[in-house]
Structure formats: structure tokens, C-alpha cells
């Protein structure tokens, strides 16, 4: 049994599909099969049970996979840590999602090379839900995410900055001018919105669930810019941070009656290991968050 072996079996596992592992892995499909091949083989048991639709997982391989995920995890680590010791990692993984990617990362990626330019800092964009399961499985080291609902048992996190979700309409709408909008007001409002695994996303849904409606979605994107032109053409309204909003000329955003505060932090796996280069990024991120939360207030 091989650590490569593990890493395949495991990626097949996790994405369902070996095609989807071996594009994942870089590597050829027959690689992947061939390695989970070998591990039934040495062990004389039926990983997984292959079908029309791709595989499924046995109960033997669902075993397997926990343990084997475990090890892949541990391996990690150590070798996090035996880097650390020879100073050789020089990266640190962010996940963001596109909003955050948009208003508050460049600034913040500007300050931290301008201070560690030797550290690369590679971010990954996604939903909350999707960069959470990536720091679950040690895929990311950190992730700034929209805190309000993110379990302080599960995750380390440091709160940063908040701001507001607001209906956004393009320029012309009716409702442009409007101070405040209520659910009432807007439920039949054709909107665009991100994709399931968004915290947007989730809690758009829940305020129309309060207010006893069900929101006309007619577009979703996983795109920030895709979602910024249907708003600013008059296709559909949707929902944007305050702080992009009023940077975009062709689109009024609005406060809802019962406004949407979002808080904004870092996240971080429980019992992480911390490398020298992200105990760095963590003790710059929060001398950055501070500066933030005082230009907040003197703005104020």
C-alpha cells in the first residue's frame, strides 16, 4: 500500500467520478483505476462496486476511505511541519468567495506582499460551503469567509469587518430611489444569485422563507461579474455587499426594512497545525483587520 494509492483512491472517493479525480490529480484515468485495482488486489476485498452510472462506494471502501483520508491528512501535516523546519514552505492556500474576492482581497493580498514578498499567497474562489469542506480536508490553510452562522466549536475564527447585503437594482428601476424595500415589495422581482453552497444564497432564501414567500430566481452563477451585468442591464435584481455596490455607477443598492448585517472573518481547521509562514499571515491578518475596523470607525 502506497501513499499515491491512498491519494487517488481517496480523490475518486471524494469527487464521485473517476474522470473527475484523474483532472483533478493531472494525472491519466487509467492511473487512477489501475492504483484502486492494486489496493483490492493486495487486500482481497471490492473497494468499490463498479456500474453504468460510475461506482459506488462498498462498505469495505467506505472503511477504507475514512481511514485512508485520515492517513493522507497526517501525511500532510508532517510534511507541513518537516517544511516548516527546513523553512521551506513559502505559501499559504486562502479560499474566498467571489464577493470578498472583489472588495476586500486585493487590497489585503497588496499589504501582505508589500510586508512577505517572498510568501506566495494562492486564493481559490468558491461558496462558503465549498471552501469550508477544502479546509476540512487540509486543501486550504485559511479561508475569509461570512461568519454569522460558521460554528466557533468547529473552526477557529478571527472577525475582521462586516458589512451589509442589499437588494441591488440597475439604475432605472422603480425601485432605485427607495431608501428601504421590504420582502413585500420585492418578491416577484426576477433575480439573479449565486449558486447553492453561497451563504448569500442560503440566507436570501431564509428572510423570503419569514416573510412567507419564495424567491423568484430566474438566473444563478457562481460568476461575481455575471451576476454584476444582469444587475446593471435591468435583466433581474439581486443581492451585493453595500461596499461593491456603491462603487458600481449603474446600480442603486437598497437596505432591506430589517437590515441584512454580514460579518466577515478568517477560518481555520481546529488543532491545525501552524506552519511559520501561517502564523505570519495569521498575526498580519489581524493587525489588517484592526486597521480595517478603525478606518470603519473613523469614517463613521
Known amino acids: 500500500m502506497k501513499l499515491i494509492q491512498l491519494l487517488y483512491f481517496c480523490t475518486a472517493c471524494r469527487t464521485g467520478n473517476i474522470t473527475r479525480a484523474a483532472n483533478e490529480l493531472h494525472v491519466s484515468q487509467p492511473s487512477v483505476s489501475m492504483a484502486i485495482r492494486e489496493l483490492e488486489e493486495e487486500f482481497g476485498l471490492l473497494l468499490l462496486q463498479r456500474n453504468n452510472k460510475g461506482f459506488e462506494i462498498t462498505r469495505e471502501g467506505m472503511y477504507f476511505y475514512e481511514r485512508a483520508q485520515a492517513l493522507l491528512e497526517q501525511s500532510e501535516e508532517l510534511t ?16 474566498i468567495p ?13 499589504s501582505f506582499k508589500d510586508a512577505f514578498p517572498e510568501v506566495m499567497l494562492n486564493s481559490r474562489e ?3 460551503e465549498y471552501l469550508l469542506g477544502l479546509l476540512d480536508e487540509s486543501v486550504l ?10 460554528s466557533r466549536e468547529a473552526y477557529n475564527i478571527l472577525a475582521m469587518t ?11 428601476h422603480p ?10 415589495e420585492i418578491y416577484g422581482e426576477p433575480l439573479v444569485m449565486f449558486n447553492e453552497g453561497f451563504y448569500q444564497n442560503v440566507v436570501i432564501k431564509k428572510r423570503f422563507a419569514q416573510a412567507g414567500h419564495k424567491p423568484n430566481i430566474i438566473h444563478y452563477s457562481s460568476q461575481f461579474y455575471t451576476i454584476k451585468e444582469f444587475i446593471s442591464s435591468g435583466i433581474a435584481a439581486g443581492f451585493m455587499f453595500r461596499d461593491i455596490a456603491e ?3 449603474e446600480i442603486q443598492g437598497i437596505s432591506l426594512e430589517q437590515p441584512l448585517q454580514i460579518q466577515i472573518g478568517l477560518v481555520w481547521k481546529k488543532r491545525q497545525h501552524m506552519f511559520h509562514d501561517a502564523t505570519r499571515f495569521l498575526e498580519f491578518t489581524k493587525r489588517y483587520a484592526k486597521d480595517l475596523r478603525e478606518k470603519r470607525r473613523n469614517a463613521e
Open 80 to 95: 507541513q511541519m518537516m517544511c516548516d523546519m527546513g523553512n521551506q514552505r513559502k505559501r499559504i492556500n486562502l479560499g
Open 98 to 110: 467571489p464577493m470578498i474576492g472583489t472588495y476586500l482581497f486585493p487590497k489585503m493580498y497588496k
Open 126 to 128: 468558491g461558496g462558503s
Open 141 to 150: 490553510d485559511f479561508a475569509i469567509l461570512p461568519i454569522n452562522e460558521i
Open 162 to 172: 462586516d458589512t451589509e447585503t442589499v437588494f441591488c437594482v440597475s439604475a432605472g
Open 175 to 184: 425601485l432605485a430611489g427607495n431608501s428601504s424595500v421590504s420582502i413585500e
Open 247 to 249: 462603487t458600481v455607477p
